[in-house]
């Protein structure tokens, strides 16, 4: 099933399909197919990565149609993405890419640290992790359902840091850099989130206070933005 309210990134099966065509380069949809299994996702997910620019599809007729899918540019680098949150998520060491080992994912030129303790690695596929994505109230929702605790549901909303930097802040444990937090940021959808909240405000410089992207005063010191 394809459900329109969560991004196309955070639905079922498109790092699978990402990833198979990241390491097959062009590959046919019958072949995508086999790896998936779902015969109408597939159409669907496939339609909505095209529309998001994050794969190209060539039609040719050859006796029937046959549809060669390979990743675009902006395909190819949210793929890269997408690996590297999951070898840290898993702590696998990876040889290419030493920054994986080390539990950094790199955000949009920044750095942030994913890495988890060994009983909040294993905690960890406890969580689900939901993101609610619109105009006015970004924010991730988190299930956290440990075998033997009590089922905690909390919020993980943007906000900015002492340094004025958006990050990501856990209500439940009032922390910019708590384990949620961490396993919320390896995926590709949170960050994508992230970059577009960046991008759709203006921090004024003096004091911080984030203001719509199109004002040109700030609204709390009155300073010129740019
Ligand atoms: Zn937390
Ligand atoms: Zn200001």
């Not at 290419?96 to 690695?121: A, F, K, Q, Y």
């Not at 004002?215 to 933005?225: F, M, N, Q, S």
Request: net charge negative; aromatic share 8%.
């Amino acid at each position: 099933m394809v459900d329109s309210k969560i991004p196309i990134l955070a639905q079922k099966h498109v790092s699978t399909i990402l990833l198979f065509i990241f390491e097959n380069g062009t590959v046919h949809k019958t072949d995508i197919v086999s790896v998936v299994h779902s015969n109408n996702s597939v159409d669907k997910l496939i339609e909505e990565l095209k529309n998001e620019g994050f794969i190209s599809v060539k039609k040719e007729f050859a006796g029937r149609n046959t549809y060669y899918i390979s990743l675009t540019d902006k395909g190819i680098s949210v793929t890269k993405n997408l690996k590297q949150a999951q070898a840290a998520a898993e702590g696998k060491q990876n040889e290419e890419d030493r920054e994986t080992s080390e539990g950094i994912i790199h955000v949009d030129g920044e750095e942030i640290n994913v890495r988890l303790e060994p009983e909040e690695r294993k905690n960890s596929k406890y969580l689900k992790i939901l993101i609610h994505s619109n105009v006015l109230d970004d924010h991730i929702s988190v299930e956290e359902a440990i075998p033997g605790r009590p089922t905690r549901i909390f919020n993980i909303y943007i906000r900015q840091n002492g340094h004025g930097y958006f990050r990501l802040w856990c209500e439940e444990d009032k922390s910019f850099d708590c384990w949620h937090v961490k396993e919320a940021w390896t995926y590709p959808a949170v960050q994508k989130m992230m970059m577009e909240y960046k991008y759709k405000t203006k921090v004024c410089p003096y004091c911080k206070t984030v203001n719509d992207l199109d004002a040109d005063y700030c609204k709390h010191c009155g300073a010129k933005l740019e």
